[in-house]
């Protein structure tokens, strides 16, 4: 608690900081829904009252038992003028709420917001309508990028029809290179790996993978075969070879924990080498292959198949097994 005195209030009351949330976004972007889903979940409970300040009504609206049950006093400024320090202060003498949420009006410019001293902005967020952004960020760039400027997180929902969200990345990358940036389709979140954000570059005549690499150009390569076909990889991998495999093949993989230390599985693909018949399961070595998208017997149809430009035994990494945990 900070003991300080504000002309605002009596003389004699002491003042309590207030956390404050910031939504922000373009009308029917998902601000609502976003905070109805927030408000909802355990972890955001409080025994306080939440005052909720919405400065633009969409066609969805706030569900009057979910604000009761979540202890939630909403309030409507539908006027740039009135959302000042002045009338803010009255809500909250009105209220007195533990915490602030703002569901903040897109047309109005974001860094003419102006709050009482004593409210301190914990989280900003901006949501976007995939579907629209285009729009937005050609015709209105300046209103945009005063909202994305200071979010830490930033959310594009309806991406389903969107076929390069990595575009969308670096526009918005390009104005706030910190914020985290998420996806979500209708199915929720699009976990999608971006060609930027790889730890490796994919131009390297020779991609050098290390644990963290491996792990990453493994779910890569099933989701992004055509990146990596033509591409020669280098890994450090355990060697094992199936019953019934093809001649003149194994499998180069690494034991990853995928979840938990119960959860546990050995990632690797078909490998084409001549000599595998002198090489034995569990055995070390450093591969040297290059990528190529085949049909395969054992995958059920297409996948990534490796041909094998050399294999040298090697000893066991310090951290033999990866983690995605």
């Known amino acids: 608690m900070l003991c300080t005195k504000y002309p605002g209030f009596e003389r004699s009351m002491v003042i309590k900081m207030k956390p404050v949330y910031v939504i922000n976004g373009f009308l029917e972007s998902g601000k609502t829904e976003f905070i109805c889903y927030t408000l909802g979940q355990p972890y955001f409970q409080i025994k306080g009252r939440t005052l909720l300040i919405v400065c633009e009504e969409g066609e969805i609206e706030y569900d009057e038992v979910l604000l009761k049950r979540s202890r939630t006093d909403m309030e409507v400024i539908d006027e740039e003028e009135a959302f000042n320090t002045s009338h803010l202060i009255e809500l909250e003498k009105k209220y007195k709420p533990e915490r602030i949420i703002i569901e903040y009006n897109g047309m109005w ?59 969308y990345k670096r526009n918005v990358k390009a104005i706030n290179q910190q914020a985290e940036i998420i996806f979500e389709d209708s199915e929720g979140e699009v976990n999608q790996i971006f060609e930027e954000d790889l730890p490796y570059d994919l131009n390297d005549p020779i991609i050098a993978l290390d644990n963290e690499g491996y792990g990453i150009w493994y779910l890569d390569s099933l989701d992004n075969p055509e990146r990596y076909e033509g591409k020669t990889v280098q890994f450090t991998a355990m060697v094992l070879k ?42 070390w070595v450093k591969v040297t292959a290059k990528v190529t998208k085949e049909y395969f017997a054992d995958y059920g149809g297409e996948g990534p198949v490796l041909k094998a430009l050399s294999v040298e035994q090697t000893k066991a990494p310090k951290e033999e097994i990866i983690s995605f945990m």
């Not at 594009?156 to 575009?167: Q, T």
């Open 109 to 167: 410019n974001f860094k003419n917001m102006k709050l009482p001293f004593h409210w301190t902005i914990e989280q900003q967020i901006t949501t976007i309508d995939a579907s629209t952004f285009p729009m937005y960020f050609t015709n209105m760039r300046s209103l945009l990028a005063e909202m994305l400027r200071k979010s830490e997180m930033i959310i594009f929902n309806r991406c389903d029809n969107v076929e390069d969200l990595s575009v």
């Open 242 to 283: 199936p019953k019934d495999f093809p001649r003149d093949y194994f499998v180069p993989g690494r034991m990853a924990m995928t979840c938990c230390a119960d959860d546990m599985a050995f990632l690797g693909f078909a490998c084409e080498y001549e000599k595998s018949d002198k090489l034995r399961d569990k055995q």
